[in-house]
């Protein structure tokens, strides 16, 4: 065994990658331009909640990331079955009574990962999902409700 194995993996410290909150990401400053490397990055986020950190995990390589709202984004919102994909490619049900504004510019935020952590992690509507979601808004209905499926969900103060 050598001493590096012996010592484990060095500790999670901020290395300069920042994911932005319209999903971009940079390094150092430097945005990354490379789609594949950007859809790489997206599709590696995990969270540690023993740490409470967000890092990207890419084969062997493991950095920790500096979310600026959202480490997680809506990438697509399916009405019917009220099912949500996300930018690490998971899906899960949207859970409508977490849905919130964004302090940033009022994008559309809800909490997403209950089984990483009991009080779940903002996940960002990304503008097509969110234009999704706000078609389903029942407009007659007062106070508003989400339509999902035919059913009526209670939007919460947005």
């Given at each position: 065994m050598t001493a590096g194995a012996r010592r484990g993996a060095p500790p999670l410290r901020p290395f300069g990658l920042i994911l932005h909150h319209d999903g971009?990401?940079?390094?150092?400053?430097?945005?990354?331009?490379?789609?594949?490397?950007?859809?790489?990055?997206?599709?590696?986020?995990?969270?540690?909640?023993?740490?409470?950190?967000?890092?990207?995990?890419?084969?062997?390589?493991?950095g920790e990331i500096e979310p600026e709202e959202a480490a997680?984004?809506?990438?697509?919102?399916?009405?019917?079955?009220?099912?949500?994909?996300?930018?690490?490619?998971?899906?899960?049900?949207?859970?409508?009574?977490s849905l919130r504004r964004s302090p940033i510019d009022a994008a559309l935020l809800c909490r997403v990962k209950r089984d990483a952590t009991p009080d779940g992690l903002p996940a960002r509507f990304l503008p097509g999902p969110h234009a999704e979601l706000l078609l389903a808004v029942d407009p007659d209905s007062d106070p508003p409700v989400l339509r999902i499926g035919g059913a009526a969900h209670p939007l919460p103060a947005l």
């Open positions: 971009r990401w940079s390094h150092e400053g430097v945005p990354i331009l490379n789609r594949r490397l950007s859809e790489a990055f997206d599709r590696g986020v995990l969270y540690l909640p023993d740490v409470g950190k967000y890092v990207v995990a890419i084969g062997r390589f493991r997680f984004f809506v990438r697509e919102f399916d009405a019917q079955s009220g099912r949500i994909r996300l930018s690490d490619g998971t899906e899960e049900l949207l859970e409508v009574a």
